[in-house]
């Protein structure tokens, strides 16, 4: 993972976390055909099966960037003690 995708998972967590946005997930998960009740397929309509799962696929990615481990980034850092004149650690 970038730091752009670290930003964007941010971003998305941030957008849901309040009252509101969990209310928009709320609907956007019976929307979007993700409640557990719910299927995709329309035996009567091919297209709005895949409608259904275009829809889905979208709720679903919004719940990975949620649910995403962000990295912890640490910058590199070496610190060498200076050395002397033999070549060994010294003061």
Known sequence: MNIEQDQLSRDFKQTFASESGQNVLRHL???????PNQGCFDSSNPNQTNYNLGANSV??????QIEM?????TKDCIIE?????NGNAGI
């Open 29 to 35: 998960r019976t929307y979007c055909r993700a409640n």
């Open 59 to 64: 709720y679903r990615y919004i719940q990975y």
């Open 69 to 73: 481990k962000l990295e912890q980034k």
């Open 81 to 85: 003690e200076p050395k002397g004149e």
